[in-house]
């Protein structure tokens, strides 16, 4: 395999780039308290309603990760110097003001989720501009800074990197088709390309396999990550830099009899001379100015 970026490198000559994002979703999924039709479906047991009830016990299995999942995992980034990318829903921050101080406190960067924890790929253009919009006005209301990277629930539209271009991100993550960042050129309203960041993201490495899959272990997701850092480390020794995703959860890592994993892998990881701990803003620049955009 030749490596995939020849003009990419990571800072102090370090091979591989490990992403750790931290999803904070909780107060900001579907609920008929916010004017949904149906409450949220993802839940730990799998008893997804699709009646218009209010389910109240899925809604505190949310608030667990404001209120005790979320502090457990701040102290253990802290503990090991991790410095990660928060993809947050612009209410979720908004309905946890000590816990998004600590966030912005603490040094780490606060990626846009969207408005609320909801799908936007049904919505018509001024629509989906507007829920853009108003998610990088509330984080910026509640960090002091403005997103510059965007993660949507999973699906998005054909137009989504054309509003984010237009409204001033420099890059996206909704991609798990690579181990390195690459430049998306962007057909604008006019024809004219504009670029776009492409940061990609991993779901085999998410811990939202937990809920998926409820025979999945810590000790699976444990032996999984660790296998999956080990691989990558040599393989950039080898052939170029590349980057690794964990993404992560304050309700579902963020629970005592998981949280251990975590802390096993950032002792797995430890300060290594060849690995760059990274928020994808970080990641996003190094690669804007190690590969300039040429226009095709």
Known sequence: MPDLTPELSWPDGRTLALSIVVNVEEGAE???????KKPEPVDELGLALGLPIRNYVNESNYQYGIRAGGPRVLD???????????????????????LAGRIVAQGHEVCSHGWRWVHQFSYDEARERDFIVKAADGIERTTGRRPAGWLSRYLHTPRTRRLLVEEGFLYHMDDVSDDVPRWEPVTMADGALRPLVCVPYAIDTNDMKFWTHPSYTPEQWLSYVCNSFDWMLAESRRKGPRMLSVGLHLRIIGRPGRIWALEKFLRHVGDHPDVWIASRLDIARRFAACVPWTGA
């Not at 802290?78 to 410095?83: A, F, I, L, S, W």
């Open 30 to 36: 579907m609920s008929l308290a916010d004017g949904d």
């Open 76 to 98: 253990l980034l802290e503990d090991h110097g991790v410095t990660a990318t928060f993809t947050a829903a612009a209410v979720a921050l908004e309905r946890a003001p000590e």
